[in-house]
């Protein structure tokens, strides 16, 4: 993957809060210095923004490098992002929302471990696996029609672990490491199906298609719903990732709305929709993950809608598609 406009180094200045700014001609990127440490990073796949937690501070970054500013209750430690809407978990496993168009927070639930959201679906678990829904499409699971506005308990005999909602699908995991999906664009009452092959998981992804790992590190990728073939009659739904990979095992996955990057200590792979990027520019859809050259050095890595964040230590690199 070549770029061919700018290198833009971006830091903050102690002394004014400007953004200054130094640019050499060799790739499409910049460069953010934090000047604190962060206790949590996130990134949203529908949007670019990245979203830096300093204490009780969230920043929100745009692809350009500039920030500004929100206060959280509390030290944040998981959030979940759509429609500029934050719903995060503090260091007391409280839930609160913040309106980043009115910098409004609201308190929602008290002892939450985990918290995703979509468009039409949100969902927060306890840390004893009750799994709370609420949003347009949260009435669907629902006999009666409830208002849903608020977070309601969703009645069953699972104790939830973890969920990773979508546009389209919402995917948990229970705590015996068992997965369930639902399809939010079905009609009529909703509910979460067990996939049976899927077992004695470790954790799961979402975002363009899905993803669960094994504890013994076994990788499986899906698009749609499991076994499905409506997306592509032709591609094999789930994806044999290692086969795809030559056996090569990514520890780390990150997702956004039309790509995926699966990743090691040593090097990262992507595909989807548009590609990110570049050794297949022009094509609409990378079936192959592909290894790409750019994305190198780097610690952690976060995905907005069309760009990539590479964080080493307190330094953030933003490649841009």
């Not at 009452?189 to 998981?201: A, G, M, R, V």
């Amino acid at each position: 993957m070549i770029f061919v406009i700018s290198l833009i180094v971006i830091h903050k200045n102690k002394t004014n809060n400007s953004i200054v700014s130094s640019e050499n001609s060799l790739k499409n990127e910049t460069l953010i210095t934090l000047d604190k440490e962060p206790n949590y990073i996130f990134s949203s796949n529908n949007s670019n923004d990245l979203f830096v937690c300093i204490g009780n501070e969230l920043r929100v970054y745009d692809k350009e490098g500039k920030y500004f500013s929100h206060k959280t209750n509390g030290t944040l430690v998981k959030a979940s992002e759509g429609g500029g809407i934050i719903y995060y978990i503090n260091d007391k496993q409280k839930l609160y929302m913040l309106d980043m168009k009115t910098d409004n927070t609201d308190y929602i639930l008290d002892g939450i471990s985990d918290v995703s959201i979509s468009y039409d679906l949100n969902g927060a678990v306890s840390p004893d696996g009750k799994l709370y829904l609420w949003g347009n499409k949260a009435k669907d699971f629902y006999n009666s029609q409830k208002d849903c506005t608020q977070p309601l308990l969703y009645e069953s005999n699972i104790k939830w672990k973890e969920i990773k909602f979508s546009y389209r699908y919402a995917l948990a995991r229970d705590d015996s490491g068992c997965v369930y999906e639902c399809d939010l664009f079905s009609e009529g009452l909703k509910s979460f199906h067990k996939i049976e092959s899927l077992n004695n998981i470790d954790s799961i992804y979402g975002g363009y298609g899905n993803i669960a790992v094994s504890k013994s590190g076994t990788i499986h990728y899906w698009f749609g719903l499991f076994n499905s073939k409506d997306f592509d009659p032709m591609i094999d739904n789930p994806w044999d990732i290692e086969k795809e990979l030559n056996n090569i095992k990514p520890s780390r996955f990150d997702f956004s709305s039309a790509f995926v990057v699966a990743y090691n200590d040593n090097d990262a792979y992507f595909w989807g929709e548009n590609g990110y990027s570049s050794p297949n520019k022009g094509i609409d859809y990378i079936r192959t993950p592909t290894l790409d050259p750019d994305l190198k050095d780097f610690d952690n890595l976060y995905c907005g809608y069309s760009i990539v964040y590479l964080q080493k230590g307190l330094d953030i690199r933003i490649v841009q598609k």
